[in-house]
């Protein structure tokens, strides 16, 4: 079993991921919705920073460490920045931000390790970009270099309205602007691949197929 189709499982079994009628954000009705916020017990946080961990590392990119952007992030850095520690004997540093500046004590609104050399952003997921922006700016602004973004579950969807569209992902996007890659744990092809070959699940995958026709990039 690859690593991708490990983490679907994975996130099945944790009732992160679901299949079912789901209203998006964007105000459509999608038939499978992730929620990492529900990776929330200490077991399943560890096993989702060694696979966060995983990917990172089979992705080759060359990195200092890791920025988790507020609120999200700042437990996928600390456990994904442990994980990444044990597998690669060496610490690995982290550092997330506050929504707000801090006016006492060490003040700022930075939290961790100084930011500095090559950084990994990480994150859930991808949907319009916004927190990736902010996280580059923080990091540029300290001197330091954002090198790629790292997420769960890349959805490999338009994003936008129906009646508008875009021509890439999010993810492809992101990519596109910033120049760096965005390395994803899973996509919607490895959920396809995991109904495809199971029969608790195989009754999904009309509506998921119907779904990624409509919504989906070409890839």
């Not at 399943?44 to 080759?60: H, P, R, T, V, W």
């Not at 992030?73 to 994980?83: N, Y």
């Not at 875009?166 to 899973?186: D, K, L, M």
Request: net charge negative.
């Amino acid at each position: 079993m690859s690593l991708s189709k490990d983490f679907v499982k994975f996130a099945l079994d944790e009732g992160v991921l679901k299949f079912g009628d789901f209203l998006t954000k964007s105000g459509r009705n999608s038939p499978y919705f992730f929620n990492a916020g529900l990776f929330n017990n200490g077991e399943s946080l560890y096993k989702l920073a060694n696979f966060y961990a995983d990917a990172l590392i089979d992705s080759g990119i060359e990195f200092d460490m890791i920025f988790g952007p507020a609120y999200k992030g700042i437990p996928l850095a600390a456990s994904t920045a442990i994980a990444l520690s044990q597998k690669l004997s060496k610490p690995i540093p982290f550092c997330f931000n506050r929504k707000e500046a801090k006016d006492h004590g060490e003040g700022g609104s930075l939290v961790g390790a100084p930011l500095s050399g090559n950084v990994i952003i990480i994150d859930d997921v991808i949907t319009a970009g916004t927190s990736v922006k902010e996280s580059v700016d923080i990091i540029q602004a300290s001197y330091a270099k954002p090198v790629g973004v790292l997420i769960a579950l890349d959805r490999m969807e338009r994003s936008g309205y129906d009646s508008n569209f875009s021509v890439n992902s999010s993810v492809e996007r992101v990519q596109q602007v910033y120049g760096f890659p965005v390395v994803s744990i899973a996509n919607l092809n490895d959920i396809m691949d995991v109904i495809s070959e199971s029969d608790e699940f195989k009754k999904y995958e009309e509506a998921v197929q119907a779904y990624r026709k409509q919504y989906g990039i070409t890839q």
